[in-house]
């Protein structure tokens, strides 16, 4: 017998939508579309709604240790269940910074019993900790950011040398490289000079990142992960020129993915010029000609990962930013907004459903290495399930949010197209605006 039946549904799976029920046994799905057998403890009638692969998310910011005044495991994950995300990857800016196995296991003993989705862990990688990628690597982290800038140090990665020698060490371990385009140097001068000039707005700090940073960046860290061999992930890709870029190095592409923020395709300079430092991000926003860039690249496959890189701050903290956009930390809250701002694009025309979904669970699943187990809806999978209501029209509101923070950039905007219920592993987790599942019943995933 089966722990749960899901009748009545329009079941989203890679070879198209399926009318039908979903069947349920220890965490895994038994049956897409026709079932048999001797029925179901439990069954579910979703009224024909869809019923589509929990999203994973590669790129969030749980905060935990070291500032849980911004957000923590629990709430973190709460949030993505309510965003319909089943599987989240966080990110090591933690305090101590995750960069070495004992860090690691730090961070695992200290958000142990606290997470409702699963998850998994990165270590962050330094000049000085390069033995420390073996080592993670077999207490089963897979994913290794390789930042320039991380806590209050630099991590030696902006020496081009020490960055090749990272990246094999990376290939070495059959690791996922996660890189930013982004030249440091550039970003930094040009920052600099912004404030030793006086300006401070929030469109003062959407110029400190100038495009051909992001593209340079981008461009010279593409040749040298195909060189050493290493699979490589992009992330925060936010200019025209970044698109074109890796559109001209498609060559170099092989082993290569890159990723896209909901942010930088829903947010632009004209649409947040009221929000000041709630719009302020580290990889700043952008205009609405590079939004369109991205729709295009999404829709096109030039970028093929959509993640949120949630990454709240207290709103005290964001506050300080008003006068002088400098004194607030960058980074926004994303993972609840993420999937009813997608569908809304969706009912829009600008996204097909399926190119969604590919985006959000089935390409992360496999860039990371978790697919079939997550991302899909086939029989043997994890029953990691987003129940969504199509049809169904809701207003963004800070104070509705399950994270740790109730402000959002997104105040206010109208979405056709919410999860309403996600389930983890079969487990159902959130219901019509509740949190229903149980702190710890999301596991951490090694590989
Ligand atoms: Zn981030």
Sequence with gaps: ?????????????????????????????????????????????????????????????????????????????????????????????NSPVTNSHETIEGKRWIIEGKAYVDY???????????????????????????????????????????????????????????????????????????????????????????HVAESLGGAKRILLAHDAGVRAHFREVSTTETVQMIKLMKGYMGKITAEVRPDHLFLNYDNTKNLGPYAQQWTPLRTKADSDALWEALNDGTVNVIASDHATHAEEEKKRGADNIWKSPPGLPAIESMLSLLLTAVNEGRL?????????????????GLYPRKGTIKVGSDADLVVIDREKESVIRGENAKTKTHWTPYEGWEVKGVPVATYVRGIETYVDGEIVGEPGQGRFLGL
């Design 1 to 93: 017998m089966d722990d749960l039946i899901f009748t009545n549904a329009s079941i989203l799976t890679e070879n198209g939508i399926i009318k039908g029920s979903l069947a349920v046994k220890d965490g895994k799905i038994t049956a897409v579309g026709q079932v048999s057998g001797q029925g179901a403890k439990r069954t579910v009638n979703v009224g024909g709604k869809l019923i589509a692969p929990g999203l994973v998310d590669l790129h969030v910011h749980f905060r935990e240790p070291g500032f849980t005044q911004k957000e923590d495991f629990l709430t973190g994950t709460r949030a993505a269940a309510a965003g319909g995300v089943t599987t989240v990857v966080d990110e090591p800016n």
């Design 120 to 210: 998994m862990l990165q270590m962050a990688v330094y000049a000085d900790g390069l033995d420390e990628i073996k080592k993670a690597r077999e207490a089963g982290i897979i994913a290794f950011p390789v930042f320039d800038e991380l806590g209050d140090r630099p991590t030696g990665m902006e020496n081009t040398g020490v960055l090749y020698e990272a990246l094999k060490r990376i290939k070495e371990v059959d690791g996922l490289a996660l890189l930013n385009c982004r030249e440091s140097d550039l970003v930094n001068k040009t920052m600099n000079g912004l404030k030793e000039s006086g300006r401070n707005t929030l469109a003062d700090y959407m110029d400190h990142f100038p």
């Design 352 to 368: 097909g459903l399926e190119r969604l979904f590919e985006c959000a669970s089935t390409n992360p699943a496999k860039v990371i």
